[in-house]
């Protein structure tokens, strides 16, 4: 099971908010004669692929094309716009991911227009959440997106960006769990822990900010995808340096997490 591939899109959201009004959708299909083509944007190779990384082209996945949600609050104290991936095909498996990215952006927006938003004031602006999606690995066995969510509060100095991801098996259409790819945590975690402090910290030097003690699973698995190269783990804005950072991410080598990866999981195809 090799897996390569990549196909990028800017990201979108279907959502269910009680209080959305004026809601505009636009969606956007990768087949259909009577419809506008989608504007896809190709994620280019690694300039520099991690050691050990040998991707190997195999058969694309399914097509993934895009929905695009805008909305309004009733008082306009904020604003949502998130482009949403969308899954093509009419399977079971196909509508489980569909139905987890769905719920996953909802939590996204529900998060951001529950959390008591000021009203607009003077010449201030509303409130808003932009959202949006690119495709880390499309193959005919896993679909790995990532997801970029910036939100701005009235009244703030600058946005905040928050990195997130979601990771499928394309057969049955299950949402993998990061810990799924190990033999076991005591492995991973030690490997997972040196290999991205050396590139953080060489990526954000003096102003990474790395947490003390022991480093938990809940530190990796917030915003990671499958790529060719290896497993790429991202994290929100000021999560591990300043404002400034932005949200930085770091790649582990498939040669160098190899020997925790379970060989029949998930992940096993790619060290073979």
């Known amino acids: 099971m090799g897996m390569v591939g990549s196909r990028s899109a800017r990201f979108g959201v279907l959502a269910s908010v009680a209080l959305f009004v004026a809601v505009t959708v636009a969606t956007a299909s990768c087949r259909g004669s009577n419809a506008t083509p989608p504007i896809i944007y190709i994620t280019p190779a690694p300039a520099t692929p991690a050691p050990g990384a040998t991707p190997t082209p195999v058969p694309p996945g399914p097509d993934i094309s895009s929905a695009v949600i805008s909305a309004t609050a009733p008082d306009s104290r904020w604003t949502v716009t998130f482009k949403k991936p969308v899954i093509g095909g009419d399977s079971a498996a196909v509508a ?89 945590s005591a492995v991973a975690l030690p490997i997972l822990t040196s290999k ?29 995808v499958f790529t060719p190269a290896g497993l790429e783990f991202s994290w929100s804005q000021e999560a591990i340096g300043s404002h400034a950072a932005g949200m930085p991410s770091a790649t582990v080598a498939w040669a160098d997490i190899k020997p925790a990866i379970k060989a029949d999981g998930p992940a096993g195809g790619f060290i073979h």
């Open 96 to 184: 489980k991911m569909n139905d987890a990215i769905t719920a996953k952006v909802n939590d996204y927006i529900n998060a951001f227009t529950s959390h008591g938003l000021p009203a607009v004031t003077g010449n201030q602006g509303p409130s808003t959440l932009d959202g949006d999606f690119t495709i880390a690995l499309d193959s005919a066995e896993l679909i790995s997106l990532r997801f970029s969510v910036l939100t701005y509060v009235t009244g703030a100095a600058t946005t905040v960006g928050e990195a997130g991801s979601i990771n499928f098996t394309v057969k049955t259409g299950a949402t993998i769990v990061l810990s799924n790819l190990f033999t076991s």
């Open 196 to 224: 991205t402090r050396a590139s953080l910290s060489a990526l954000l030097g003096p102003d990474l900010s790395w947490p003390g003690g022991s480093i938990p699973m809940s530190f990796f698995d917030k915003a990671w």
